[in-house]
């Protein structure tokens, strides 16, 4: 599906954006990825991964520029929509920009998809999107609603949208693990609560199930891969068993579990082996189609992260650490 295809990842000199060059290209031959975003250091330094490579090109702009986005999506086939603010206490604090970055810009980047006839757009979502207490998370519940809306706006350009839903990202920029990390250092990490639990997913599986979701999509469904949970205490002591936990209390915004489905939205839900979909209100017309192999969620469920029925272990987080961290040394 993607050979030969041009593809524009909005935000994409982030942690999502380059593990999904990185697995594309080598899955794939792409006619061109365009990667869109208003940091030049990461463009320039994601640049040098690349030097001889003229499938990889870089276009410097914001969401919130409707006009330099248009520009950047002229003769595109598919978006992978990134670019977001997602640091949680920072959002509370600076709720303005936020709300143009997160909202305006979804809305930006529906209309310049439908402008430029893009085949197919996949935004990113998380699980803070679900049910949301914090200002970050009403913002990209806002984002989820705009995608999934679009597809009532694309009229005869047939340009249809869905959204890809996960947790918090292992080893990316803004998760925990990496913070942690930095924190184990000076021989004492932070938690906010010892029951926090958080779900937790490699880059790698977030790029796959993009990749699953531009295949697969009608149009209007939110995409849910299935991962494993995590106590935050249990993160804290494998990458640093020796460190002093400090306790210091739930910071503004912020969730002691997180949900990826609701109760309300999982009456509209499927479940497959791998992933869940969510599916738009006002159209459920995959649950009438015999070849949707998916099983109705039970009545009251809930996906949860104190609730999963998959739990990861200190041995395979450890596992990941050694394999990842040793990688990026190299």
């Not at 979909?277 to 159209?283: A, G, N, Q, S």
Request: aromatic share 10%; with cysteine.
């Amino acid at each position: 599906m993607l050979n030969n295809a041009t593809i524009l990842i909005t935000g994409g000199s982030g942690s999502f954006g380059n593990k999904f060059v990185e697995m594309t290209l080598k899955k794939y031959n792409p006619k061109k990825i365009i990667i869109y975003c208003r940091d030049e250091m990461k463009q320039w330094e994601m640049g040098g991964k690349y030097p001889n490579d003229n499938r990889i090109r870089f276009f410097l702009g914001d969401v919130r520029d409707k006009d330099r986005l248009l520009r950047a999506c002229n003769n595109v086939d598919y978006i992978i929509h990134a670019a977001a603010g997602k640091i949680v206490p920072t959002a509370e604090y600076n709720p303005f920009e936020y709300i143009k970055t997160n909202i305006i810009g979804a809305m930006n980047v529906i209309d310049c998809a439908i402008d430029n006839k893009v085949k197919r757009v996949i935004a990113l979502s998380t699980d803070k999107a679900c049910n949301p207490v914090n200002l970050y998370g009403a913002t990209k519940l806002c984002s989820d609603k705009l995608f999934i809306a679009g597809n009532s706006y694309s009229g005869e350009q047939n340009t249809r949208f869905a959204v890809v839903r996960y947790g918090n990202v292992m080893g990316s920029r803004g998760s925990i693990i990496p913070f942690f990390m930095k924190m184990a250092e000076t021989g004492e990490i932070p938690i906010t609560d010892e029951r926090m639990t958080r779900f937790l997913i490699p880059l790698e599986t977030a790029v796959e199930m993009v990749w699953h979701a531009l295949q697969d999509c009608n149009g209007g469904e939110i995409y849910v891969k299935k991962c494993p949970s995590m106590k935050v205490v249990d993160i804290a002591k494998t990458i640093s068993p020796k460190a002093k936990l400090k306790f210091i209390g739930i910071r503004p915004g912020e969730k002691l579990h997180e949900q990826m489905i609701s109760v309300e939205d999982a009456r509209n839900t499927l479940e497959f082996e791998h992933y869940f979909k969510i599916y738009p209100v006002l159209d459920q017309s995959c649950k009438a189609d015999p070849e949707c192999n998916g099983k109705t969620c039970a009545e009251g469920f809930a996906y949860s992260s104190d609730l999963n029925e998959i739990w990861m272990k200190p041995a395979e987080l450890e596992s990941f650490l050694k394999q990842e961290y040793s990688r990026k040394k190299k």
